[in-house]
């Protein structure tokens, strides 16, 4: 069991990366066309957090994209060991979309760059809310769809025996997943 428990966390973070990567191109995209039709400036927080957080003397706007991208594919990779779990779907993407917020937060507020949310303009605050949560999204759906290939994972394994926490079911063994010539019989 500590074999395959350690399985779905190495297939799971490389599903995650992955999936991390595409959620945070999407936002970036959407960050740009968001930019381009409201005016709003380009933000350096991203940029200033990593610069204190490693001591680099590059300029804030130099280390925004390596911010962004570096959160992203590494915190896909929660969200892939989630989806190979077994915790997939809306509601999975919206507990991943709180990580993601809070990620970003508590390097903001630890390092010194940023302030509380609920300090911000509220049209600040809906705007990175709504580009988080599309990260999420985008990041869930791409870490879901990979997941399905590998079956139902152990959390949904458990469900299907019996909905809910029950300490007295599982862990559950595994389900066999079908070897290339078993999927070509399939056919």
Request: aromatic letters at 4%.
């Amino acid at each position: 069991m500590r074999a395959r428990a350690m399985s779905v966390f190495r297939r799971g973070a490389v599903h995650g990366c992955a999936a991390g990567t595409v959620g945070v191109a999407v936002m970036t995209l959407g960050e740009e066309l968001e930019q381009r039709w409201t005016g709003r400036p380009n933000s350096h927080v991203p940029g200033r957090t990593l610069a204190r957080l490693l001591g680099s003397p590059l300029p804030p706007s130099r280390m925004n994209l390596l911010m962004h991208l570096g959160q992203g594919a590494l915190l896909g990779m929660l969200r892939g060991v989630m989806a190979d779990s077994g915790l997939r779907g809306p509601w999975s993407s919206a507990m991943f979309a709180v990580v993601r917020l809070t990620n970003d937060q508590t390097l903001e507020n630890a390092s010194g760059v940023g302030a509380p949310p609920w300090t911000w303009p509220r049209t600040e605050l809906v705007v990175d809310l709504a580009h988080k949560a599309v990260y999420a999204l985008v990041t869930g759906l791409v870490a879901d769809r990979l997941a399905a290939r590998i079956g139902p994972g152990p959390g949904l394994q458990h469900a299907r025996l019996r909905h809910g926490r029950h300490p007295d079911i599982g862990p559950v063994e595994p389900v066999p997943t079908p070897t290339p010539e078993q999927g070509n019989e399939r056919r």
